[in-house]
Every structure is written in structure tokens, then in C-alpha cells.
């Protein structure tokens, strides 16, 4: 299962955007790239998924560039709610859907 | 509406002693997950359930069990919890495969070994 890296904390304010990168070298050519939140005393909750290039949805962006090697996690005009630990995972969706946690981003956003 | 859901929310346990979480879901998904998380660390996957076949991973200790009799339940034995054995157990599933495959959690056990 490919590695992941990612800072340990960012600090943000209201309305900003912020951008979380993570780093997986050894990425395998069937793996996909997955992000969830997990707010204290909660479960992690699935935020966004992507192959390559750049997924969008409700919530946030994933840009993933060419190589795969890393990926970014874009959440726009976050709010004091957005405070939480964002995970980033690589895996393969078929191998048994096994997903390996790596340390988290803690996410702080301040009025 | 289609959940995952976990009971009890908190137990408390003696050094020891037996203690059996329970996972149930309405989601239909094949697969089922427990994880553990201590404080400030990531999930740490136990074992998961593909369907019937039981998947352990390679350092959970034996002190963890695991069944699951039916597609809606699964079960998460600690035969004698240890004082490092305190953290949030995560139960989740997985349908077998998709375009996009999401794992969905509950909300947790937090157990308490006194």
C-alpha cells in the first residue's frame, strides 16, 4: 500500500480557501486517491475522490497532477465548521478495498 | 435513512474482562471494517469481512475477535482488553467495488478500560 505524507496542522481563517497537499511517490498504477474528514468523537466521512487530473464536487477539489505523485485537497471559503483532520488514502479500489490511514492534516479555521 | 450504527456509543470495561461491540448496518454493503483509534493517532485497520471471508490484518493482536453472522451485523470481541486497548473503535463498509468506492463509518465505540 503506497505511503502517504502530509503536514500535521494548518491554521486558517473564515472565507479563506485552503489547500492541503499530500505526498504518495509510490503511488501504483491502480491506485486511487481518497480524502475524508473526521471531526473529534466522529467517524471519518468520505469527501472527495480522483484518478488524475482535477475531481470536483460540493464540498471541495482534488487536484491530482500527471504523475500522480501527490495530490491536492482544495476546500473553498471555509467556516468555523470545516475545523476537523483531513485524512488522505491511496488505494485500489478492487484489491479487497483495503484503505490505510496516514497521519492526517489537522485543519484549524479561526473567526 | 441508510446507516451505519454502533452500540453502545461508550463502554467501560475492567482489566480483563470480556467486552463485545456491535456494528449493524442498512446500507447492504458486503464489506465490513473495524478500526481502532487512540487519541490524536489515524484509524488503524483490525480486520475486514468480505462478505463471509475474514481478513486479518497482520499485527492485530489475537486479544481481537471478529464475527459476523449475517450481511447486517458485525461483532468485535476483546477477550481480555488490556489498558491499551482504551480508544474509539470505528466500525465502516464498503460496497464490493464501483467507480467510486466510499467506506461509511459510524460514529463509534469509545471504550474505557479501568
Known amino acids: 500500500l503506497a505511503k502517504t505524507t502530509q503536514p500535521i496542522s494548518m491554521d486558517s481563517y473564515e472565507g479563506q480557501e485552503v489547500n492541503i497537499t499530500c505526498s504518495h511517490n509510490?503511488?501504483?498504477?491502480?491506485?486511487?486517491i481518497t480524502w475524508y474528514q473526521q471531526f473529534p468523537s466522529q467517524g471519518p466521512r468520505f469527501i472527495i475522490q480522483g484518478y488524475k487530473t482535477k475531481v470536483t464536487n460540493e464540498v471541495a477539489s482534488l487536484f491530482i497532477p500527471a504523475d500522480r505523485k501527490s495530490s491536492t485537497l482544495s476546500l473553498p471559503r471555509v467556516s468555523l465548521s470545516d475545523t476537523a483532520v483531513y485524512y488522505c488514502l491511496v488505494g485500489d479500489l478492487a484489491a479487497g478495498n483495503k484503505l490505510t490511514f496516514g497521519g492526517g492534516t489537522r485543519v484549524l479555521v479561526k473567526p | 435513512d441508510a446507516m451505519v450504527i454502533q452500540n453502545p456509543r461508550y463502554q467501560v470495561t475492567q482489566f480483563g474482562k470480556p467486552v463485545t461491540l456491535s456494528c449493524s448496518q442498512t446500507?447492504?454493503?458486503?464489506?465490513m471494517y473495524w478500526y481502532q483509534q487512540k487519541s490524536s493517532q489515524a484509524p488503524k485497520l483490525l480486520f475486514h469481512y468480505y462478505d463471509k471471508d475474514f481478513n486479518n490484518e497482520a499485527d492485530t493482536p489475537d486479544n481481537f475477535q471478529s464475527r459476523r453472522p449475517n450481511t447486517s451485523f458485525c461483532f468485535l470481541d476483546i477477550r481480555s482488553p488490556g489498558l491499551g486497548d482504551a480508544a474509539m473503535y470505528l466500525c465502516?463498509?464498503?460496497?464490493?467495488?464501483?467507480?467510486?468506492?466510499?467506506?461509511?463509518f459510524g460514529p463509534g465505540t469509545r471504550l474505557t478500560v479501568l
Open positions: 465502516a463498509t464498503g460496497p464490493l467495488a464501483g467507480d467510486q468506492y466510499e467506506q461509511f
Open positions: 446500507l447492504n454493503h458486503n464489506v
Open positions: 509510490n503511488i501504483a498504477t491502480n491506485d486511487y
